[in-house]
């Protein structure tokens, strides 16, 4: 990590995915705003697949529910 003019600026993958700084954000996967897209679905499996996977790294105050990640088991 280098600092400079009170930033700090990542310089290495793992400065990029510190747990601590990093954050998944998901926008627009509405229903209505999927069904237009043509392979929405396939998306919406792919955004599903990512969040379960950073719900089980990174804590978070709305993580994926048990349905949609059955596998994913987080301690709070």
Excluded: W
């Excluded at 747990?19 to 509405?30: C, E, I, K, S």
């Excluded at 919406?44 to 996977?53: F, I, R, S, W, Y």
């Amino acid at each position: 990590m280098q600092r400079a003019f009170g930033l700090e600026i990542p310089l290495t993958l793992e400065d990029i995915c510190d747990p601590t700084r990093l954050a998944l954000v998901v926008y627009d996967m509405q229903v209505g705003i999927v069904k237009q897209i043509d392979n929405g679905r396939q998306i919406t499996e792919k955004v599903v697949q990512v969040a379960c996977a950073s719900a089980d790294v990174i804590p978070s105050d709305r993580p994926p529910t048990p349905h949609q990640c059955p596998n994913v088991t987080r301690g709070q």
